[in-house]
């Protein structure tokens, strides 16, 4: 008996829009941390009032070590099941559109100045909730809603510096792209986990 091996994945379901997301954040960090520890000269990219360099700038700078590799863990784990399911120029479009939606919510409802991708990172959480609700099983997206709520009392109680409402808008937009373009034939959610491995491709021959 003889097992021939095939390809698990096609270059089509490589997330390299999400590749690119982490590249450019972690990009951003080793010149943030090599050229501006005291973030003066990135200090126009802070998102404070309705500054579109702020507005845009923001998504890519953190704040610490902690910040950057808790991000970059959550794109990893989630991100790339997403971008696998919308494609790598509608990720990355979809990424943008989530931080406009933080950032707006965020200057609406709480004002401060903020950096960091966060509020993007929870609209990728919310996009990863309806487009692949049963890849992670039954708690998995109950995981990620409990932690939203968590967020959500944070900013209510205002118990940590965290941007909370940021967060908050994040986690919504990204919910209301998804269901837009899955109303919209744009996206398919996907309906059944995707298994480890790929059945169709291993044949067996005797």
Known sequence: MRI???RTTSPQDVPFGNCVLMLLAST?????FLFDDKQQY?????LQNWSF???????????GLIHITSNLVVLWIFGRHVCQRMGNANYILAYFIVGLASAA???V???????GASGAIMGILGLYVVLCFKRFGVLGPWIILVWYLLNVAGGVLQATP?????????????IILAWSLVILNVVEREEQPVPVLNRQALGVQH
């Open 4 to 6: 021939i091996h095939g």
């Open 105 to 107: 919510v965020h200057i």
């Open 42 to 46: 990135l200090s126009g990219l802070i």
């Open 109 to 115: 409802y709480d004002g401060r100045p903020a950096i």
């Open 162 to 174: 965290a941007a909370h409402m940021a967060h908050v808008g994040g986690f919504l937009g990204g």
């Open 53 to 63: 360099l702020g507005i845009v700038g923001h998504l890519w700078l953190h704040t």
């Open 28 to 32: 951003t960090f080793m010149l943030q």
